[in-house]
């Protein structure tokens, strides 16, 4: 089977983890008899240096037509300056909407193998932690009315935070049909004591929950999450809430895992398309040096051939390659011990590929 990926590689370590990537799915199709055929496209601030504008129609209409879009990171200190509506992270947003990306999907899993890099007390993870976050990612407070008025107090900005029912369905149902593929546990976020907003959410949970009726359900309130996940983190399978939350509470949640080069990221439209990139951003700090973590975006990979092309054993393949890298005790440097070598980015990249 052939399947065709939009590639954005974007800015600062982007063009780094993200050819380690495309050699995985190379000796993924190997392995397991598919092609996987790369179209490069610009968004970003490589955009912005070649075209101008951080996204081009051009880019759009090459990542709607692939099957999927693997993008690496864009940003970095060269486009601080340009004006907010020019900035390279216009281009995610540009990006989301145009795919009708309205899932993110962020799991935060500890690899027993790095145990030691998880910032909470062994004596609160125990067993370790398996969370998936599922953020709405096309709605909310980002895509309302913002806007500036006088008032009494003077300038007064303003930003129109609203869901509908059709939208709370939508994720809602997705969070469920995760659940019931992993451990059957949803825990919806809102802040249902102070928006209205948060109560149309929360009955909206609440009758589609009746759907699912194997899956154990429970609300939270955000600020409870927030002091919960460093609290219990055991105690999480799904967590699905809205955009907002959704973003504070996915980054809360990496960070507890100790390991940002390590987590994948996949944001979804209905049809199952997807976009599929590595949570973190494009590392200026270490930008071509070669000693970036590849595997955030190798594992992105993984959620590709799951999610996007159903291909499970693929996916499981890649997974358990980057285990067994791992527990041979192979690290880059960001996940390192101090008194442990450090391996090159194509150095772990070539490692996991020889474990396939
Ligand atoms: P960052 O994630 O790029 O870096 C934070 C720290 O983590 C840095 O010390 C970096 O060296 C380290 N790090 C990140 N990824 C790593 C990897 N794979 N291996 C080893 N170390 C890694 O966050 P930042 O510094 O806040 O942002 C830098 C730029 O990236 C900014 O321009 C920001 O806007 C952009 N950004 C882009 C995305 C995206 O493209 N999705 C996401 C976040 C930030």
């Given at each position: 089977m052939q399947y065709n990926i939009a590639v954005v590689k974007g800015d600062g370590i982007g063009p780094e983890i993200v050819t380690e990537a495309m050699k995985t799915l190379e000796v993924v199709g190997q392995k397991f008899g598919h092609t996987f055929s790369f179209q490069e496209v610009l968004a970003g601030g490589c955009s912005i240096d070649a075209n101008g504008i951080p996204l081009t129609q051009e880019t759009i209409d090459l990542c709607k037509a692939a099957d999927s879009v693997l993008l690496g990171a864009v940003g970095g200190p060269k486009w601080d300056d340009v004006p907010s509506e020019r900035r390279p992270e216009k281009a995610l947003l540009g990006l989301r909407a145009a795919l009708g990306l309205f899932v993110n999907l962020r799991p935060a899993q500890m690899h027993k193998a790095l145990a030691d890099a998880c910032p909470i007390k062994q004596e609160i993870i125990g067993d370790g932690f398996d969370i998936l976050v599922c953020r709405e990612l096309i709605g909310d407070v980002y895509f309302g009315t913002h806007g500036r008025r006088q008032s009494e107090g003077g300038e007064t900005g303003y930003d129109d935070m609203n869901y509908s029912v059709a939208e709370v369905e939508r994720i809602g149902r997705r969070a469920f049909e995760m659940a019931m593929k992993r451990r059957k546990k949803v825990c919806s976020v809102d802040k249902a004591n102070v928006l209205e907003t948060s109560r149309v959410w929360r009955e909206t949970m609440h009758r589609i929950k009746a759907?699912?009726?194997?899956?154990?359900?429970?609300?939270?309130?955000?600020?409870?999450?927030?002091?919960?996940?460093?609290?219990?983190?055991?105690?999480?399978?799904?967590?699905?809430?809205?955009?907002?939350?959704?973003?504070?509470?996915?980054?809360?949640?990496?960070?507890?895992?100790?390991s940002i080069g390590m987590l994948p990221s996949a944001s979804m439209n209905e049809s199952g398309k997807?976009?599929?990139?590595?949570?973190?951003?494009?590392?200026?700090?270490?930008?071509?040096?070669?000693?970036?973590?590849?595997?955030?975006?190798?594992?992105?990979?993984?959620?590709?051939?799951?999610?996007?092309?159903?291909?499970?054993?693929?996916?499981?393949?890649?997974?358990?390659?980057?285990?067994?890298?791992?527990?041979?005790?192979?690290?880059?440097?960001?996940i390192a011990a101090k008194d442990e070598n450090a391996l090159s980015t194509s150095e772990m990249g070539r490692l996991i590929r020889e474990a396939l």
């Open positions: 759907e699912y009726p194997e899956v154990e359900y429970s609300d939270m309130y955000v600020d409870n999450c927030a002091m919960q996940l460093v609290r219990n983190p055991g105690q999480f399978d799904v967590i699905v809430t809205g955009n907002l939350f959704g973003d504070i509470l996915s980054d809360e949640a990496s960070m507890i895992t100790g997807g976009m599929y990139e590595p949570i973190h951003g494009s590392a200026p700090d270490i930008a071509g040096k070669g000693i970036a973590n590849p595997i955030a975006t190798i594992l992105s990979c993984a959620m590709m051939l799951r999610y996007s092309f159903s291909l499970q054993r693929e996916a499981d393949a890649i997974e358990t390659a980057v285990e067994k890298v791992l527990d041979s005790g192979y690290r880059t440097a960001d």
